[in-house]
C-alpha cells in the first residue's frame, strides 16, 4: 500500500503546489539551457545541408514542436482518464492546462512548416497527409478548449472535455492513418528509433537535444500554468490564502 | 421517432438545406457540365456531412428540455441501449432520407452513371456513423444554453475519416476502379463507432444531466 501512497497524495492540490515550487524552477532552468544549447547548436554549427541550404534549420524548431504536441494531446487525454476514474481534481487541472499549450505548440508545427515549405515545395500550404493531420489535431485541440469555455459550471466543463479528448484519442490514429492513405508528399519521418536514422549523425544530435529541450519547455509551462489553475481554484481555502498573503 | 414525424418540418429541413447548398454550387463555381462531374461526389459527401451535423443539436435538446432525459437515465434498462434508440431514430429520419435524395442531386450535378450506387452505398453505411459519431458530440453538449456552434466544432474534426472514405469510394468508382475496399472500411468503422459511441454517449450524457 505503501507505494501507492504517492499517487493517493498527487490529488491534494495542496499536495503538488507544495512540491512543485521547486521543481519547476529547475525544470525552467533546464529548459531554458537546453533551448539555448539547441538552438545555437542547431542554427549556428550543425552543417549546412546538401540541397535545401541553411532553410532545413527550420527542423531544429518544426520536428520538436510537431513532436510534442502529439505527445501534449496524449498527456491531456490520459489526465482527463484519470480524472474521470480516479475522480482528482488536479487531473483535470492538468488537462485543462494542457490544452492551449498543445495547441500553440501545434500551431508553431504548421507555421514553421509553412515558412519551410515555401522555399523547398514552393507553396506555404500544401494539402498533404501530415499537415492535414496536424492541421485536424489543431481543430481537435481548439474544440477541447471551446468546450471548456462554453460551460459556467468548472465540474461539468471538467468531464464532458475528458470524455472528448477521450473520443478525441481513440479516432487520432484513424484520422491519422486515413489521412495518410489519401495523400502523401511530405517525408516520412526523419528519426527512427529502431531503424538507422536517414539524418546525418551530425544533423541529429542538436535535433534530439532540442526535442528534449522542447518536452522540457512543456514540462515547465505545463506545471506553471496548473499552479497557477490550482491558486486559481482553491482560492477560497486557507493554505492559499496563507500563501498569497506571505508573498506579500 | 413518431415525435419526429409529427413535426415534419424539422424532419424536412436538413433536406431542404441538402438540397439549396447543392443550388448554390453551380452559382457558386460554374454551372459547366465538366466542372460539376469532377466536384460532384466530394460535394455530395461535404453537404451530407453538413445536413447531419445541422441536425444532430435537435437530438438530445427537446428531451433534456421537458425533462424526459433524466427519466431516461433512471429507467432500469441500460442506457446505452436506450441512447441507441435514439441514435438509430435519428439515423433513419436524416441519414437515410438524405441518401434517397441522393440519386436527384447527383443528376443535378452530372455525376457520372457508375458513381450512383456507390454513393448510396457509401452515404447510407457513412451517415449512420457519422449519427453515432455525432451523438457523442451532441450528448456532450446537451447542457449548453448555445451549444449548436460548439458542437460542430467538437464533432467535425471526428468525421474526418468516414468523409475521406466515403468520398473516395465514389471518386474511385467514377474513374472506373473497384470501390469495395473504402466501402469495406466505412462498414468497419460504422461498426466500431456502433460498439463504443452509446456507452460514450451513456457517459455523457449522465454528466451533462447531472450538473
Partial sequence: MASWQWFHRLGSPKWFYEKTTRWTQVIGWLALAMLSVGIVWGLGFAPEELKQGNSYRIIYIHVPAAAVAMAGYYVMALSGAIGLIWRMKLSYMVMKCAAPIGAALTFAALFTGAVWGKPTWGDYWVWDARITSMLILFFLYLGVMALQEAYQNQEAADKTCAILSLVGMVNIPIIYKSVDWWFTLHQPATLKLTEKSSIAPEMAYPLILMIFAVYMFFAWLLLTKVRVEILHREVKTQWVKDIVMGAK | ?211
Fill in chain 2, 1 to 211: 421517432m413518431i415525435v419526429a414525424f409529427r413535426h415534419k418540418g424539422e424532419l424536412a429541413n436538413p433536406l431542404i438545406f441538402f438540397l439549396m447548398v447543392v443550388v448554390f454550387i453551380p452559382l457558386g463555381i460554374s454551372p459547366e457540365k465538366a466542372v460539376l462531374t469532377v466536384l460532384a461526389p466530394g460535394m455530395i459527401w461535404v453537404i451530407a456531412l453538413l445536413a447531419t451535423l445541422l441536425s444532430l443539436d435537435g437530438l438530445f435538446r427537446s428531451d433534456f428540455d421537458d425533462g424526459s432525459l433524466e427519466q431516461m437515465l433512471l429507467s432500469p434498462q441500460p442506457l446505452p441501449w436506450l441512447v441507441l434508440t435514439k441514435i438509430v431514430a435519428h439515423w433513419l429520419m436524416t441519414g437515410i432520407p438524405l441518401m434517397l435524395l441522393t440519386p436527384l442531386l447527383g443528376t443535378m450535378l452530372y455525376l457520372p452513371a457508375e458513381g450512383y450506387l456507390p454513393l448510396m452505398i457509401s452515404l447510407l453505411i457513412g451517415t449512420g456513423s457519422m449519427s453515432l459519431i455525432g451523438s457523442i458530440g451532441a450528448a456532450l453538449t446537451v447542457g449548453l444554453r448555445k451549444g449548436g456552434l460548439i458542437l460542430s466544432l467538437v464533432v467535425m474534426p471526428l468525421y474526418v475519416p468516414v468523409l475521406i472514405f466515403g468520398a473516395s469510394a465514389v471518386n474511385e468508382a467514377v474513374q472506373g476502379f473497384a470501390y469495395t475496399g473504402q466501402i469495406a472500411i466505412l462498414g468497419a468503422m460504422f461498426v466500431s463507432a456502433l460498439v463504443l459511441a452509446p456507452f460514450a454517449v451513456a457517459g455523457a450524457l449522465r454528466i451533462s444531466v447531472n450538473t
